[in-house]
């Protein structure tokens, strides 16, 4: 940033031995780290807490035993501080490690495995021991202290099982609040089973947890209660007022003006709101920027609370106003908790390159627009960074942004439409200044719901293939001149496919039998694409389906949601989602690993690849960065420079 600061033609490209040296060390072990380093972290846990059980002692010899079940259950009990630590919002190891706590909940997970199994150890050999005289009931029947632990050891048991991927997405309500309950009852088993000696490490993990919620209720008094915070009272008992407006594809704006905290790009809170989900706080990306001077997050419509917040702001949008008064969206009071979540600065980084399947964009959308808004104050203060250091912390390294944003549905770009304009007029402004900066954006729109398995292509590569789905057409809701008018808004219909065995027309065109439209091919190369127009065309017609490869990309009027015939090659124009030429748009879907390529290939310093979205779009953009790290020989000798990976996938 201090180069950057300087007018340093490369501001994100090592020279010097030192940080050359730094540099490729650091690429080296973020090669290993992309792919193994999880594993190699439980691998190293397992390891130590097996050596300590079995430290000096022969499980063989069964005069040993009893003192194997002592040994176990000491390193068992002190393992309870760090399933604590780790499982907590605001801990000292994120902190230190300046990592998020969701960053660390596969560790907490992992922790908990490993404490069952050296628990069921300290079991086994009690069990074991006894066994050799049938004194096994008699212990669990009559002895308090074995009646204890064995409930201990049940409480965990369940623990671990409920706390299983199936559970939690089946209700994460549900699972929250019996993991709770559960816990505290296994903290409880343990305190009475364990001797007056070692009843500190039930304590240290009760402070621990007291320490998070205690730091938590604090910051979201500080942030929610105008008396607090300082701020003016709004009209109901908390600041925070959040409006509900319902968009496509059963999605919900959530924005909350004046917001009374402060927060970085990429960073997501906690919303309640009790009038509308009673006693539910889920975690929305933001994404908005500070420079936007509010709070907007866009909510997906699943299941409990996300499913009352849209049938709120349907029904809000629907209700009949005052002859001559203005129509506006009515507001509920909301507790926001956060914000949480880290990434490294991406202004740090040559160029950017960031991918986002669906609402990812929730993510991207504000990281890519950030770097924009340190562009401007970059450029509109001239003042001299010695005498003024606080010009460091404005200015961006970044030099070149590439934006991918695939979508099902062309109703999904409306949801950052004003964002994406706002992005192309600064750079435009940036551009007549002098300033050599570029921002590529390309959005491809296909039927697809999630991305799904891979299918293999030509020579070798790999491709993401998208599970085939249906979209149905649904009721919008719009405000004209103080009173409600709904309008039904037609969209393409999507059959569900049951075979593969289609046309090659069908693979071009992504047009069925019967009329209705599924681009289900992979963009290898987005610039042959749009030069020579091989792409799908989404015009389709039941008596007319367009041939092979002699469509071309479909143009569209000012209404998204309708087509107008293939042009030829002879008089082609891109797809149009918007009036800026440069934003593409594309009928298909993307190839990560081919994009990431002319990114890397076009960058004079280290690179940043941030992916959000489905797993399998996540797993295979991190496939395509550990290839073409490999493949560049990055730091080593080759020229090629550093590449940072962030991924954010969707669940919780």
Not at 46 to 63: A, E, I, R, S, T
Not at 279 to 293: K, M, N, R, V
Not at 329 to 343: A, D, K, N, Q
Request: aromatic fraction near 10%; hydrophobic fraction near 40%; include cysteine.
């Amino acid at each position: 940033m201090s180069a950057a600061s300087r007018r340093d033609s490369l501001p994100a490209k090592p020279r010097a031995f030192l940080p050359s040296t730094i540099a490729t060390l650091y690429a080296t072990a973020r090669e290993l780290s992309y792919v193994s380093w999880r594993m190699s972290v439980i691998a190293a846990e397992l390891v130590l807490v097996v050596v300590l059980c079995f430290y000096k002692l022969n499980p063989g010899d069964q005069w040993q035993w009893e003192d194997i079940g002592y040994r176990t259950g000491f390193v068992a009990s002190a393992q309870l501080p760090l399933l604590v630590l780790l499982s907590g919002k605001r801990n000292i190891i994120g902190w230190l490690t300046g990592t998020s706590y969701e960053r660390l909940n596969w560790l907490h997970r992992w922790v908990s495995r490993i404490l069952f199994l050296s628990v069921t150890i300290h079991m086994g050999f009690w069990f074991i021991n006894w066994a050799r005289y049938d004194y096994i009931i008699v212990k669990l029947t009559t002895d308090r202290i074995t009646q204890r632990g064995f409930a201990a050891w049940c409480i965990l048991l369940w623990i671990v099982l409920s706390s299983s991927l199936p559970v939690r997405r089946w209700n994460y309500e549900f699972f929250v609040v019996q993991h709770i309950v559960t816990f505290v009852g296994f903290l409880a088993a343990v305190y009475l089973h364990l001797p007056e000696e070692v009843k500190v490490w039930v304590w240290l993990p009760i402070g621990f947890y007291l320490f998070d919620r205690v730091y938590r209720a604090l910051t979201t008094l500080l942030v929610n209660f105008p008396l607090l915070n300082g701020r003016t009272r709004g009209p109901g008992i908390m600041c925070p007022r959040a409006t509900f407006q319902p968009l496509s594809q059963s999605t919900t704006r959530i924005t909350v003006e004046n917001p009374p905290m402060h927060w970085r790009a990429g960073q997501h809170v906690f919303l309640t709101c009790h009038a509308l989900a009673p006693l539910q706080a889920h975690p929305f990306t933001i994404t908005s920027i500070p420079e936007d001077g509010k709070l907007e997050f866009l909510v997906k419509s699943k299941s409990g609370g996300t499913r009352r917040f849209f049938r709120h702001a349907e029904s809000s949008q629907s209700l009949p106003v005052a002859a001559g008064q203005p129509y506006r969206l009515h507001t509920r009071s909301v507790i926001l908790e956060g914000p949480y979540g880290r990434i490294r600065p991406l202004r740090q980084f040559d160029s950017v390159f960031l991918i986002a399947g669906s609402s990812g964009a929730t993510f991207t959308v504000p990281l890519m627009r950030d770097i924009v808004s340190c562009w401007l104050k970059n450029a509109h203060n001239r003042i001299d960074s010695f005498s003024h250091p606080a010009f460091v912390f404005q200015g961006a390294a970044t030099r070149y942004i590439r934006f991918i944003w695939a979508i099902k549905s062309r109703e999904q770009y409306d949801w950052f439409k004003p964002q994406l304009a706002t992005v192309v007029d600064d750079v435009r402004q940036l551009k007549s200044e002098g300033w050599q900066l570029e921002v590529d954006m390309s959005i491809y729109v296909t039927c697809d719901e999630v991305s799904g398995a891979k299918n293999s292509r030509p020579g070798g590569r790999k491709s993401l293939e998208f599970p085939r789905g249906r979209m149905e057409g649904m009721t919008v809701a719009q405000s004209f001149r103080g009173h409600v008018e709904k309008e039904n808004t037609d969209v393409i219909s999507i059959d569900s496919v049951t075979s593969r065995s289609h046309s090659q027309a069908d693979a071009f065109t992504g047009c069925r039998p019967n009329g209705t439209c599924c681009c289900r091919r992979t963009i290898e190369d987005e610039g042959v694409a749009l030069n020579l127009q091989e792409q799908c065309c989404c015009n389709c017609d039941p008596d007319r389906i367009a041939t092979v490869k002699e469509s071309s990309l479909c143009t569209q009027t000012s209404n998204l949601n309708t087509e107008t015939p293939c042009q030829k090659s002879g008089d082609q124009q891109d797809i149009k989602l918007s009036s800026f030429r440069e934003i593409a748009v594309l009928s298909g879907r993307p190839q990560p690993r081919n994009l990431i390529r002319k990114t890397l290939e076009q960058a004079l310093g280290e690179s940043a690849v941030v992916v959000c979205g489905p797993q399998s779009l996540v797993d295979e953009v991190r496939h395509s960065v550990v290839a073409l790290s490999d493949e560049r020989a990055v730091h080593k000798g080759t020229g090629a420079q550093g590449i940072y990976f962030h991924a954010e996938s969707f669940g919780y």
